[in-house]
């Protein structure tokens, strides 16, 4: 069956370090992978977006990697912040036309002062 | 500015009692989702439509409706509330934006819709 799966621990790390979010994927091939930030209570908001011919992807202190080989992508926060604690979601897209994304359950990341 | 709304953003209802829960976007995207969260399973599909008069059935679809008579309305129906369906409901839009109209995939959420059925 398909899955998609991120680390259901919470990753807690000290601030100013580089927090790594891990999303594994089984019998997709997508074309796409998106990261979503999710706080208590809210809906998920956007981050990333990259295409299965991207090896990476940059924004600000945000990067993610993208390995069709190890059908896995990374997440990374350099310099992370108190601020940036929050859920983060991977998502997938098999089509080619950003019809339907399939998400992970999501990494509880907190960043301790 | 464009934002996509829900209700009610809380309701409790009894076991057999139809719900909808109302979705409302003012980005003119074409294509709209619902999803399910609960805990361990994260973001579930539940129905989704490309336009108008189009639905089409995600991963979880038993025991919910959708209709789309026009852009900016998904409502989602749920025909005999059961105690499996408590959850916290997602609404999402995605379509074309910016000044070339690019399609991103970007995914805009609601604020959810949490549900609790006795």
């Known amino acids: 069956s398909q899955k998609i799966e991120q680390n259901s621990e919470a990753l807690n790390i000290q601030e100013g370090k580089t927090a790594t979010l891990t999303c594994n994927y089984t019998?997709?091939?997508?074309?796409?992978l998106q990261w979503y930030r999710q706080d208590p209570g809210r809906g998920p908001v956007f981050l990333l977006l990259?295409?299965?011919?991207?090896k990476e992807k940059r924004k600000e202190r945000l990067k993610v990697t993208f390995d069709t080989t190890l059908k896995q992508s990374l997440f990374h926060i350099t310099a992370s912040q108190p601020a940036d604690s929050a859920t983060y979601l991977c998502?997938?897209?098999?089509?080619?036309?950003?019809?339907?994304?399939?998400f992970g359950s999501g990494t509880k990341l907190n960043v301790k002062p | 500015d464009a934002e996509i709304t829900q209700s009610p953003r809380h309701k409790i209802t009894e076991t057999g009692r139809q719900v909808t829960l109302a979705c409302h976007q003012t980005?003119?995207?074409?294509?709209m989702f619902w999803y399910r969260q609960d805990l361990g399973h994260g973001l579930r599909l539940i129905h989704y439509?490309?336009?108008?008069?189009?639905?089409n059935k995600g991963e979880v679809s038993d025991g919910y409706s959708v209709s789309r008579s026009n852009t900016e309305d998904l409502p989602l129906t749920l025909e005999s509330a059961a105690s499996s369906q408590t959850s916290v409901y997602f609404c999402?839009?995605?379509?074309?934006?910016?000044?070339?109209?690019?399609?991103?995939?970007?995914?805009?959420f609601g604020e959810g819709s949490r549900l609790t059925v006795l």
């Open positions: 999402a839009s995605s379509g074309r934006s910016g000044l070339d109209l690019v399609y991103t995939g970007e995914l805009f």
């Open positions: 019998n997709y091939s997508p074309a796409y």
């Open positions: 990259i295409r299965e011919n991207e």
């Open positions: 998502a997938l897209d098999p089509s080619y036309n950003f019809n339907k994304f399939y």
């Open positions: 980005w003119n995207h074409n294509n």
């Open positions: 439509s490309y336009g108008v008069q189009d639905t």
